[in-house]
């Protein structure tokens, strides 16, 4: 994309991107906030275990011992 239009769409993220979470949290019912929330929790929770499972798969790579020929 051309500069001057990447720096015209920042600059429109940055004027209206916060005001959508607001909005769309007014318009919402409780219910939708909450389904919302918890669909927002299981995506952290997933990249969290998969997080850990590649530092763990790393640290059990460093351990092992050199292969003898």
């Known amino acids: 994309m ?3 239009v990447l720096e015209y769409l920042r600059s429109m993220g940055k004027k209206y991107g916060a005001e959508g979470g607001k909005r769309s949290l007014e318009t919402m019912t409780a219910a939708e906030r909450s389904a919302r929330a918890k669909i ?3 995506a952290a929770a997933k990249k969290r275990t998969a997080d850990r ?3 763990e798969r790393q640290a059990k790579v460093s351990r092992r ?4 020929k």
């Open 40 to 42: 927002a929790s299981l």
């Open 65 to 68: 011992p050199p292969k003898r």
């Open 53 to 55: 499972l590649a530092r």
């Open 2 to 4: 051309p500069p001057d």
